[in-house]
Structure formats: structure tokens, C-alpha cells
T-cell receptor
């Protein structure tokens, strides 16, 4: 069974731009979560989607948003990029909410 | 506040030696507990999980972890470390109410293995 896939793997953007990251969960998994990983703050939860609805949200500004489609694929969007948004963005999927999560390889975002 | 503490930022062990990585949590209820491993430039791989039941859980790659409620700990162990185990290890917790599925992670412990 294929794992979680994330596209693109690497991205370079300029301050003020916006970016969309994509995540395809493991087949049959209906819950998708997003995390931001930085050297300073570590791994921080962004949001969780289940059945196309955002179920939980972390403590991030409204510039960070996401959505989930009927096939469970998910996208996250960051608008008005700031230098501090440079990070590894990880997507994780699970069969349902609260079950063990399986992570993708991440998207490395660099904001210049 | 809910938190996970991994007291050791960096550990170096010799190949073939035993390993124990520490994890302590602060949580209102007994959470679900996980260990993940991350190799450079890669995502996180689930090593093992604890939901309930036997407090000693076995995972992949020869790892095991023991949940100790009295100490709010979930330490990861391996009897004999291989060079390929060099990576960063993260302890994580989740609320036992499955409607809150987000993971709270520790800061990680980087493991180096000496030949």
C-alpha cells in the first residue's frame, strides 16, 4: 500500500507570496493532519481534517488554511508568506480521528 | 498545559550497546503515546504506540517502550543499537478522546552511533 505523498517536495517563495501544498493520504485513510517543523519550535500541529471538515486547529494565524476533498486528499495554503514560515511541512494520515498517524516525507518551504 | 519532555537533546552510543531514550509527559488524562523516528530529510516513521493494556509495547526495528503511569513516562529502549539507528527520535502524545486527534511532540533526541 502506498504511503502518504506530498507535493511538491521543495519550494522556494518570496515574502508576500502565497503557497499551496498538497497531501495524498494512504488509501482508506480519512483523516489528514498537518504539522510544521522548524529547528526552533519543533513539531507543531496546524490542523486536522476528517470527512472534509476541519476538526481541530492549532495556534497559527489565519494566514494558514487548509481543506480536504471528498477523496480525502488535502491541501494547505499559506498566504502573505513571511520569512518565519520557512519550515518543513508534514502531512499525516490516519484511518480515523485519534488513530495512529502516518507521515509523508514533507514539503520543504523556503521563504526569501 | 499539556507537554512532552525529552530531556536528552543528543545521545551518542556505541554500536551494539543498549539504548534508552527518555520521555515524560504532562497531561490531564492518560494520553495515547507514540514514538517516531526521523532520518535526515525524511518524514516521521511510527516506531510504536501505546493506547491501553500491556505497559510494555513492542515496535518495529527491535524497539520497545514501557509506559509507567506513576512516573508519567514512556521510555524507548533497544538492547543493541545498529549504525542505521542514527536518527532523531520524537515522543508524542494524543488525547484519549479520539475527537482530538492532534499529536503533541517532544523536542526530539538526536541519536549518534559510534562504530
Amino acid at each position: 500500500k502506498a504511503g502518504v505523498t506530498q507535493t511538491p517536495r521543495y519550494l522556494i517563495k518570496t515574502r508576500g507570496q502565497q503557497v499551496t501544498l498538497s497531501c495524498s493520504p494512504i488509501s482508506g485513510h480519512r483523516s489528514v493532519s498537518w504539522y510544521q517543523q522548524t529547528p526552533g519550535q519543533g513539531l507543531q500541529f496546524l490542523f486536522e481534517y476528517f470527512s472534509e471538515t476541519q476538526r481541530n486547529k492549532g495556534n497559527f494565524p489565519g494566514r494558514f488554511s487548509g481543506r480536504q476533498f471528498s477523496n480525502s486528499r488535502s491541501e494547505m495554503n499559506v498566504s502573505t508568506l513571511e520569512l518565519g514560515d520557512s519550515a518543513l511541512y508534514l502531512c499525516a494520515s490516519s484511518q480515523r480521528q485519534g488513530y495512529e498517524q502516518y507521515f509523508g516525507p514533507g514539503t520543504r518551504l523556503t521563504v526569501t | 498545559a499539556q507537554s512532552v519532555t525529552q530531556p536528552d537533546i543528543h545521545i551518542t552510543v556505541s554500536e551494539g550497546a543498549s539504548l534508552e531514550l527518555r520521555c515524560n509527559y504532562s497531561y490531564g488524562a492518560t494520553p495515547y503515546l507514540f514514538w517516531y523516528v526521523q532520518s535526515p530529510g525524511q518524514g516521521l516513521q511510527l516506531l510504536l504506540k501505546y493506547f491501553s493494556g500491556d505497559t510494555l509495547v513492542q515496535g518495529i526495528k527491535g524497539f520497545e517502550a514501557e509506559f509507567k503511569r506513576s512516573q508519567s513516562s514512556f521510555n524507548l529502549r533497544k538492547p543493541s543499537v545498529h549504525w542505521s539507528d542514527a536518527a532523531e527520535y520524537f515522543c508524542a502524545v494524543a488525547h484519549p478522546d479520539r475527537s482530538q486527534g492532534n499529536l503533541i511532540f517532544g523536542k526530539g533526541t538526536k541519536l549518534s552511533v559510534k562504530p
